[in-house]
Structure formats: structure tokens, C-alpha cells
């Protein structure tokens, strides 16, 4: 069982930085391919950027290139998402997700179906 806390959001002007943190529990976080998505008021959840076990290999979705970097640091067991010039359609609940088998290729082709979730950060950009 892997539990996985989100932290980081908050209320940032459109132009601004954050960057969240998703901490696991557990001492295999090394195993998984983690994942950050995100759901806007009245809209579907997306994916937004995976990241591979070992931290080589990386996905973004189209939206978010060039301005968001996803990393991770298997010591702390935890995965970040700096993002970077938000904008106000950036606003939305920030979820991380771990998948044992996935690539994060695959957690962005799929878009959903992993095996843990966070319960998410805010994040909010006002214009």
C-alpha cells in the first residue's frame, strides 16, 4: 500500500511559480512511475506531466511544455511539479498518482487507471 500527500498549492497571479511536492509512503517508491494530473471546475481530469523510476525518463502534456518540470528524489520519497508562468486556465486540483507497471508514457496516453492517488492541492492563478 503506497499513501501519497500532496502539498505546495495555493493562490499565485498568472505570471507566477509554484511548485508542489507529492510525498509516498512506503520504502518502494523507487518502483513505481509517478504521475501528476489535474482537474478543473466542471471539466475532466487530464494528465499533466509522469515521470519514470529512476527519474530518466519524462512526459508532458502539450499545455504544460516549457513551463512545468516534474522530478523526483527517491531518497525522500517524494515527486515534484514546478510550475512556472501559470496562467489562470493552469487553476485547477493538483493530483499525484503511482503505478508499479506503467511507463510515463503510458500515465500519459492513458490518463487514468493508476494504482495510488493523492487527494490533491489547489492550485488557483488569478489573471
Known amino acids: 500500500q503506497v499513501q501519497l500527500v500532496e502539498s505546495g498549492g495555493g493562490l499565485v497571479q498568472a505570471g507566477g511559480s509554484l511548485r508542489l511536492s507529492c510525498a509516498a509512503s512506503?520504502?518502494?517508491?523507487?518502483?513505481?512511475?509517478m504521475g501528476w494530473f489535474r482537474q478543473a471546475p466542471g471539466k475532466e481530469r487530464e494528465f499533466v506531466a509522469a515521470?519514470?523510476?529512476?527519474?530518466?525518463?519524462?512526459n508532458y502534456a502539450d499545455s504544460v511544455k516549457g513551463r512545468f518540470t516534474i522530478s523526483r528524489d527517491n531518497a525522500k520519497n517524494t515527486v515534484y511539479l514546478q510550475m512556472n508562468s501559470l496562467k489562470p486556465e493552469d487553476t485547477a486540483v493538483y493530483y499525484c498518482a503511482a503505478d508499479l507497471l506503467m511507463t510515463a508514457q503510458a500515465m500519459g496516453a492513458l490518463g487514468g487507471g493508476m494504482d495510488y492517488w493523492g487527494k490533491g492541492t489547489l492550485v488557483t492563478v488569478s489573471s
Open positions: 512506503g520504502r518502494t517508491f523507487s518502483s513505481y512511475a
Open positions: 515521470i519514470s523510476r529512476a527519474g530518466l525518463s519524462t
